[in-house]
């Protein structure tokens, strides 16, 4: 989506309707200034994409039909498609490397991302409050997979925010193929909203260790809930009391922009002085190898060259190892 005028005339009548005060003029900007190099290709690609017919379910009694958002993501099947057209879509998808989110299976074709991202769903899923019917809010959602699990759980309204122009393309892809106005993602980073308070749901996964400030973070989720509504929060900790925090040198595992560590305490903490309540861990988890791994669909490194080769409890910069909680708590 590079128009988002279908966006605005949605919101107008629901309850972001407060959004179109500042989003139009972000997004006129952003397309008139930051646009990627490879853009105009990226569009080119997705306008070369099959149109095809489906229709979509989002009750667990999706099995019989065309489009399953409940059990994973799976639109249509094989023989949708004949060989050669296979063959033109997996081409034409992979345009879209490295794809690091998912996996997706794309009538018949099995997108078999970096991350097996259904993992972390299901850690999450018996936790949270039901979305049904609910507003949801998914910061930082790479390629959008999570986006469609939250619609297949029954959210009303799913909009996700990522400013990385790649899985926007992804997630345009996986759009072309389902066709819901109801999941939507925009190009902006978390410092781009506005105080909406206006989502029952806020996800944060895996984005609070690249924020350089991450009380300012925890402050602008709450800034986007109304009062009550729920924030499920995912990040790296380490292990330690409410006082330890792992601040890596230049790098963690490879990574750069990997700021702070908290222990799950810590973070109990962090969440408590800004005032959240009801703030509980619901999952602890080292992140295994059949989670995050290669596959045909990156081009790039992945966890098993981030580890040390001699001793898996370590980063290759000797850190302990990635290890992931699930927070949740209200606004
Ligand atoms: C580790 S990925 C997590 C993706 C997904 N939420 C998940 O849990 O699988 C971090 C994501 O945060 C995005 N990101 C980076 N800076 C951001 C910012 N300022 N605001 C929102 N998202 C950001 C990145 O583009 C990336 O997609």
């Not at 959602?141 to 909009?159: D, I, N, P, T």
């Not at 602008?220 to 929060?233: A, N, R, Y």
């Not at 990574?255 to 703030?279: D, E, H, Q, Y």
Request: with cysteine; glycine share 6%; aromatic share 10%.
């Amino acid at each position: 989506m590079t128009n988002f005028s279908k966006f605005y005339q949605q919101i107008a009548t629901n309850r972001l309707s407060h959004w179109l005060n500042t989003l139009p003029a972000q997004l006129d900007h952003w397309h008139k200034n930051n646009l990627h190099g490879e853009y105009k290709h990226w569009q080119k690609t997705l306008d070369a994409l099959p149109v095809v017919t489906t229709s979509v379910a989002t009750t667990s009694t999706a099995s019989t039909t065309q489009i399953d958002l409940v059990n994973g993501i799976t639109i249509g099947d094989k023989s949708d498609f004949n060989d050669g057209e296979h063959k033109r879509l997996e081409n034409l998808l992979k345009k879209f490397k490295p794809w690091r989110k998912g996996p997706y299976h794309i009538h018949g074709l099995h997108i078999d991302t970096e991350w097996r991202s259904d993992f972390k769903w299901d850690r999450l899923a018996k936790h949270i409050s039901d979305l049904s019917d609910r507003y949801v809010l998914d910061i930082g959602c790479g390629s959008g997979y999570h986006l469609w699990r939250m619609r297949g759980a029954g959210a009303k309204f799913v909009v996700g925010i990522d400013p990385t122009q790649l899985f926007l393309m992804q997630f345009n892809a996986i759009q072309h193929f389902i066709q819901d106005d109801n999941v939507n993602l925009l190009p902006l980073g978390v410092e781009q909203l506005p105080e909406l308070k206006a989502f029952d749901t806020v996800f944060a996964m895996g984005v609070l260790y690249h924020r350089r400030s991450p009380i300012d973070f925890l402050y602008q989720l709450k800034s986007q809930l109304v009062k009550g509504g729920e924030l499920i929060l995912e990040t790296l900790i380490v292990d330690g009391d409410e006082n330890t925090v792992l601040v890596p040198g230049e790098r963690y595992a490879k990574m750069r922009n990997v700021w702070f560590l908290p222990s799950a305490k810590a973070m109990c903490a962090w969440l408590a002085r800004c005032g959240f309540t009801n703030i509980r861990v619901v999952n602890t988890d080292i992140t295994a190898l059949d989670e995050q791994r290669k596959t045909e669909w990156i081009d790039t490194e992945s966890l098993s060259d981030f580890l040390d080769p001699q001793d898996n409890s370590k980063t290759i910069e000797g850190y302990p190892a990635p290890q992931r909680a699930i927070f949740i708590a209200n606004a």
